[in-house]
T-cell receptor, first 112, second 109 residues
Framework: IAGITQAPTSQILAAGRRMTLRCTQD?????MYWYRQDLGLGLRLIHY???????GKGEVPDGYSVSRANTDDFPLTLASAVPSQTSVYFC???????????FGPGTRLTVL | GQNIDQPTEMTATEGAIVQINCTYQ??????LFWYQQHAGEAPTFLSY????GLEEKGRFSSFLSRSKGYSYLLLKELQMKDSASYLC??????????FGAGTRLAVHP
């Protein structure tokens, strides 16, 4: 693989269920991010990780958790999904020397 | 906070020039980014301004004025494939990007 992959591509989920969105990058970037994108609101940062073993909260962290056990993987977990978490989720990574983000293809999540 | 404002929608004609503005209110940032996003796809990097002034990259240019809290993206010789959303973003600590809501550009023949 080259770049960032996300899985699943799309998912329909019943409210109250637990869901983990997967993100893997092979660029050896230290920093990784999770954004959600909603119509009219743009991209909003959920959580981020500057390096393996550390994570931080973004603008809209409530209801989400992340872990960063290694450089390549940055999963996002919804412990108990709610309809307001219906969104498109983008994972991104960054070469810290430059600062720009490379985005994965996104996961479209619908919570009913 | 970092309020970032962009027009919601713009239309332009193929072959023309269009300027997409971005204004912001923030106490400080490292740089300003512009991303392009086609419908149903991920955002892709277009340009980056750290210093005031104009950065040119082929048909695309971006301008930044920190004192005025203002940036713009200039697209020349518009093509139909330029129909997309254009996202302005500020870079804060730890390379976190804070995005505006984006400007949806429609290019007509």
């Amino acid at each position: 693989i080259a770049g960032i992959t996300q899985a699943p591509t799309s998912q329909i989920l019943a409210a109250g269920r637990r869901m983990t969105l997967r993100c893997t990058q092979d660029m050896r970037h230290n920093a990784m991010y999770w954004y959600r994108q909603d119509l009219g609101l743009g991209l909003r940062l959920i959580h981020y990780s500057n390096t393996a073993g550390t994570t931080g909260k973004g603008e809209v962290p409530d209801g989400y958790s992340v872990s960063r056990a290694n450089t390549d993987d940055f999963p996002l977990t919804l412990a108990s999904a709610v309809p307001s978490q219906t969104s498109v989720y983008f994972c991104a990574s960054s070469d810290s020397t430059w600062g720009g983000l490379f985005f994965g293809p996104g996961t479209r999540l619908t919570v009913l | 906070g970092q309020n970032i404002d962009q027009p919601t929608e713009m239309t332009a004609t193929e072959g023309a020039i269009v300027q997409i503005n971005c204004t912001y209110q923030t106490s400080g940032f490292n740089g300003l980014f512009w991303y392009q996003q086609h419908a149903g796809e991920a955002p892709t990097f277009l340009s980056y301004n750290v210093l005031d002034g104009l950065e040119e990259k082929g048909r695309f240019s971006s301008f930044l004025s920190r004192s005025k809290g203002y940036s713009y993206l200039l697209l020349k010789e518009l093509q139909m494939k330029d129909s997309a959303s254009y996202l302005c973003a500020l870079s804060g600590g730890y390379n976190k990007l804070i995005f505006g809501a984006g400007t949806r550009l429609a290019v007509h023949p």
